[in-house]
Nanobody
């Protein structure tokens, strides 16, 4: 299984970015896809997750209403649309996958991790 996150970059506060996650080697209809992030000096934290159909999602409280995770009926890539970015969103963002049907916020539930893409938001 290979996951590859892309779309990161350097933006200003208030700007938007869309991250993409490509995947190979897994049956997408059997996997929940998620995004986590890790800021410098902090632990990795949950951002968002989506079920295989795109009909069930979960978000961290601090991104709810600003970020949107989406996928097109078990197709790839999986997207993370990030709006109204703040410097606190600066982190390496990781795409993840876990076998199952229900989106989960638990990092230990995810079996597969991509290399990450850096998002830097300046004030």
């Amino acid at each position: 299984v290979q996951l590859q996150a892309s779309g990161g970059g350097m933006v200003q506060a208030g700007d938007s970015l869309r991250l993409s996650c490509g995947a190979s080697g897994l049956t997408l209809s059997s996997y929940v896809m998620g995004w986590f992030r890790q800021a410098p000096g902090k632990e990795r934290e949950f951002v968002a997750a989506i079920d295989w159909s795109g009909g069930d999602t979960a978000y961290a409280d601090d991104v709810k209403g600003r970020f949107t995770i989406s996928r097109d009926n078990a197709k790839i890539p999986v997207y993370l649309q990030m709006n109204s970015l703040t410097p606190e969103d600066t982190a390496v963002y990781y795409c993840t996958a876990t076998y199952g049907r229900v989106p989960t916020k638990n990092a230990y539930a995810y079996d597969h991790w991509g290399q990450g893409t850096l998002v830097t938001v300046s004030s």
